[in-house]
Structures are given as structure tokens and as C-alpha cells.
């Protein structure tokens, strides 16, 4: 008997597949996401840092500068439509001595070049006025920054791919993908243990942590493609008492010369939170814990900009792990957002590396991805 045919396969139910399933779901009505853990989002998508960026690290030509210029107006939008809670409350990327000066300035030209608007060098006494009890010399304001309910956003997501026909399936593990005539023959393992086969005109490949392992069940090297993920980890701490009043916004600081992180950096979620983080700490292990003792190493981080906090007022809150494609010692990298059509792969599409500014541009990366699969005839 011929296996079931779908039109189109996402594996991974992260915040970008389900943008995805919302997108491309306009193309079908026979679209499924398949998603391992018992519900949406559950990997990477809820646990960062809910900011979203404005665009301002990446270079013109990157597609995390692209789409997440491009996706910092189409969330906004899409929070007010669908009444997801957000709160615009602006970034101040903060130098405290004349090398960091520099960096900050070459930072406003390359947001200038990436069409950031409201961008605005200000000195420290209109730093002052921004956010009273912070310390630096100069700073760059970027009042496009916000945060945003993700958990909320995901749910939606969920809610309006299902209103328009997909099926999204939990539990479920993608365990074989084999490239044939009639298209991708997909092998999953039910929660049972059972498997189940299925052929798939097209398989979009948005499973963060493991998308480089889909790539290699496909037939890719990974390697010799770069895309062999690095799992990054990234602490963070809260700050307790009433010291989080005295912070209004989010603020940065001059970031790190390879971008494997935006460095310590303060962040609030929608409870008025102060948190500080992430680090940076490559890993082989797939685990949240958080290491106390790196409290001092976030308070030596945060204290010339935030002279206010104490090790006292630090404690552990959350950590996350970022599916990066850069390694520890390499330069920065880009979103691997790729038809792979010269690999042979005609009708897989690979997402690898989507670490952040990825929340921020979920909408337009699902643009982007239902685009390639308009364009790729095989519906």
C-alpha cells in the first residue's frame, strides 16, 4: 500500500516553525508540523531573553540583519492585531571609556546602513535623562527595542495555523527522511514507540538544537555544509528587591568583537523583571542548569554601567541554549535559510543556526520560507 502524502512537512513547533505553518499554510491545506516535545515552543523559543531587536549588530548583507529590520515592524504589527502583550521600551548600547566610543559609533553607521530608524547618538548627561542611574560616557538609543510575551506569540502562532488546516503533532519525532521521486519518504517514531512512514512534497527543516542532525539524516555534511551546530549556553540572573525600579529600559553593553553574544546585558520581561545575561558558554549538554558562583562574573560584567547592584541582589533565574553555526573561534555567522536544490534536495528547505535575532524575526523568516516554496513550483 503507497505511504500517506502531505505537501508540506515542518519539523519543529519552535516560534519560526510555527511562523512558517502560518505562512505557508495559505499555499495548503495539507501542511503538518511535526514537534518532539509535548507542546509548541518548548526548546529554544522560551528561553531567551523575549527582546525584540532592532537590527543594529549584523552586517547589510546578512539575513539576520535583513529579516530582523524587517521583522521588528511586522511583530509589532502582528501584536496589535492579535493583542499579544508587548512593551516598546527602547535600548541604550552603553560605552564607558573611549575604545568602547568607537565601537558605539561604528555600531549607529552599520544600524544606519540596515535602515534602523530613531537611532540617535546621545552623551552622558542625555544618557542621564534616559536612564537616570546608570553610568557611561556615551551611548547609542534605540527606541525600536521592545519585549514581547513569547509564550503568548507562540500560542497564537499555534492557534491561527490550526484555524487554517495544519496539523501540528506533539510527541513526535522525526527519525528517517530519504529523498525520493515522489518526494521525501518521512520516517517518525509515535509517543507509542511506533513508527510511521509518510512521503512529503516538501520537508522545512526548523528544529533548532537538532536541525543539523535532520540535515544530516537528508544526506548532507553537515560539516563540510557549516552546518554542524555549536550549543551555546547562556545564564541568566535576576535582580531581586526594589533595585530593579531603577532601570527603565534595556541596556547593553559595547558589544564582543566576534558576536558569539551581545555581552551581559539587562533585560526586563513583561513583570517589570530585571534580569542580566546571557554568558556565553559553549557546551556538548543539552541542560539548564545554572552555576551560582557566576554571579560574580555577571556583577564585574554589569557593575561600571549599573554601580547600583550588589552580589547580594543576584540570583539564578533561567538558562537557555542557543543552536549557533559559529564556533567557538570563528567569525560571525549567518542564518543558514537555504532550498537545497544544488545538494540534489529538491523540496527540503533548511533553517540551521536561527539563534537570535530569531524570535525577532520569525514573521519574516515564514515570508521568506512560503516565498522559496512559491517559487520552487512544486506545488
Known amino acids: 500500500m503507497e505511504p500517506n502524502t502531505v505537501d508540506i512537512t515542518i519539523v519543529g513547533a519552535g516560534v519560526v516553525g510555527l511562523a512558517v505553518a ?22 529554544i523559543s522560551s528561553r531567551n531573553s523575549e527582546v525584540i531587536h532592532a537590527g543594529i549588530y549584523y552586517p547589510p548583507d546578512f539575513l539576520k540583519a535583513q529579516l530582523c529590520v524587517k521583522g521588528n515592524n511586522l511583530l509589532y504589527e502582528f ?38 530608524q530613531g537611532l540617535r547618538l546621545v552623551s552622558s548627561r542625555e544618557l542621564k535623562k534616559i ?3 546608570i553610568e557611561g560616557i556615551f551611548a547609542l538609543y534605540c527606541p525600536n527595542t521592545g519585549i514581547i510575551d513569547s509564550h503568548q506569540l507562540i500560542k497564537t502562532l499555534e492557534g ?12 513526535t519525532t522525526l527519525v528517517g527522511v530519504e529523498k525520493t521521486p515522489k518526494g521525501f519518504l518521512c520516517k517518525v517514531k509515535n509517543p507509542d514507540g511506533s513508527i510511521y512512514t509518510f512521503i512529503s512534497r516538501i520537508v522545512i527543516n526548523s528544529a533548532g538544537l537538532t536541525s543539523d542532525q535532520i540535515a544530516n539524516m537528508a544526506g548532507i555534511n553537515i560539516e563540510d555544509a557549516g ?16 533595585n530593579h525600579r531603577l532601570v527603565k529600559g534595556l541596556i547593553y553593553p559595547s558589544p564582543l568583537a566576534r558576536l558569539t553574544g551581545l555581552g551581559i546585558h539587562t533585560t526586563k520581561d513583561m513583570a517589570g523583571t530585571l534580569k542580566l545575561g546571557p554568558n556565553t558558554i559553549y557546551t556538548d549538554k543539552i541542560e539548564y542548569t545554572i552555576e551560582v558562583t557566576h554571579a560574580k562574573e555577571f556583577l564585574l560584567a554589569i557593575k561600571p554601567i549599573l554601580p547600583f547592584i550588589k552580589e547580594e541582589d543576584i540570583v539564578p533565574d533561567m538558562a537557555g541554549i542557543r543552536p549557533k553555526i559559529q564556533g567557538p573561534n570563528d567569525p560571525i555567522k549567518d542564518f543558514v535559510i537555504a ?41
Open 339 to 379: 532550498h537545497e536544490t544544488k545538494k540534489g534536495l529538491d523540496g527540503m528547505i533548511n533553517l540551521i543556526g536561527i539563534e537570535s535575532p530569531g524570535l525577532t524575526a520569525c514573521l519574516a523568516i515564514g515570508q521568506m520560507v512560503k516565498g522559496l516554496i512559491k517559487d520552487s513550483g512544486l506545488l
Open 131 to 133: 536612564e537616570p542611574h
Open 79 to 116: 501584536c496589535e492585531r492579535y493583542h499579544i502583550p508587548y512593551k516598546k521600551i527602547g535600548k541604550v548600547v552603553v560605552g564607558i571609556n573611549d575604545e568602547e566610543v568607537k565601537g558605539i559609533e561604528a555600531l549607529f553607521e552599520r544600524g544606519k546602513q540596515n535602515g534602523v
Open 22 to 43: 502560518h505562512y505557508a499554510s495559505s499555499l495548503t491545506d495539507n501542511l503538518v508540523v511535526i514537534e518532539r516535545e509535548p507542546g509548541p515552543g518548548h526548546g
Open 227 to 242: 552546518y554542524k551546530i555549536y550549543p551555546c549556553k547562556g545564564e541568566y540572573f535576576c535582580v531581586r528587591g526594589g
Open 160 to 171: 491561527l495555523s490550526l484555524e487554517k488546516g495544519s496539523q501540528i503533532i506533539y510527541n
